[in-house]
T-cell receptor
Framework: GESVGLHLPTLSVQEGDNSIINCAYS??????FIWYKQESGKGPQFIID?????DKRQGQRVTVLLNKTVKHLSLQIAATQPGDSAVYFC?????????FGQGTELSVKP | GAVVSQHPSRVICKSGTSVKIECRSL??????MFWYRQFPKQSLMLMAT?????????EQGVEKDKFLINHASLTLSTLTVTSAHPEDSSFYIC???????????FGSGTRLTVV
């Protein structure tokens, strides 16, 4: 079936380092993609999104890259902080629905 | 802006009873809301799309008679878990799209425990 998935289920980084979280998707018809951060016991929090006609978008300390050729999406977090520890999901918007990938748990070591 | 409120945050109920979860858009109108279920260490699974003034659209494998959805106004959708069983214990989350593809906003989730 069609899905949005992630390569790495867990990622541990040192405080101050950059983090890269990857996501593979299989549906070429997706309208756009969104990265969410979810802390334990809370709902997902919007981080950044990118339209299917773009290949890069930057926010505050975050950058999303979209490679449509290989159907790959990544989230880069610069100067990772302990407060960035959470589960990160990529999600795709397709026909008005938001479909989530598996998620990567990011752990930041002080 | 774009705040979604979900209540209750936690609920414990006895097996066989029904539980209602509310999802409200506080500062915008939402013709469409979405309900997700999330088991521990897993992703969010879309259960259904709630449409104001019409029937909800359920994803494959989701029992519509068990998970009743009502979207009676532009700011409120409710999910009722009927005849709950322990396997229904999960984290239920709603979201709303302020306008098409604006950026879905999520509620804080409801932890349902069926004993």
């Amino acid at each position: 079936g069609e899905s949005v998935g992630l390569h790495l289920p867990t990622l541990s980084v040192q405080e101050g380092d950059n983090s890269i979280i990857n996501c593979a998707y299989s549906n070429s018809a997706s309208d756009y993609f969104i990265w969410y951060k979810q802390e334990s016991g809370k709902g997902p929090q919007f981080i950044i999104d990118i339209r299917s006609n773009m290949d890069k978008r930057q926010g505050q300390r975050v950058t999303v890259l979209l490679n449509k050729t290989v159907k790959h999406l990544s989230l880069q977090i610069a100067a990772t902080q302990p407060g960035d520890s959470a589960v990160y999901f990529c999600a795709e918007v397709r026909v008005g629905k938001l479909i989530f990938g598996q998620g990567t748990e990011l752990s930041v070591k002080p | 802006g774009a705040v979604v409120s979900q209540h209750p945050s936690r609920v414990i109920c006895k097996s066989g009873t029904s539980v209602k979860i509310e999802c409200r858009s506080l500062d915008f109108q939402a013709t469409t809301m979405f309900w997700y279920r999330q088991f521990p260490k897993q992703s969010l699974m879309l259960m259904a799309t709630s449409n104001e003034g019409s029937k909800a659209t359920y994803e494959q494998g989701v029992e519509k008679d068990k998970f009743l959805i009502n979207h009676a106004s532009l700011t409120l959708s409710t999910l009722t878990v009927t005849s709950a069983h322990p396997e229904d214990s999960s984290f239920y989350i709603c979201s709303a799209d302020r306008e098409p593809n604006y950026g879905y906003t999520f509620g804080s989730g409801t932890r349902l425990t069926v004993v």
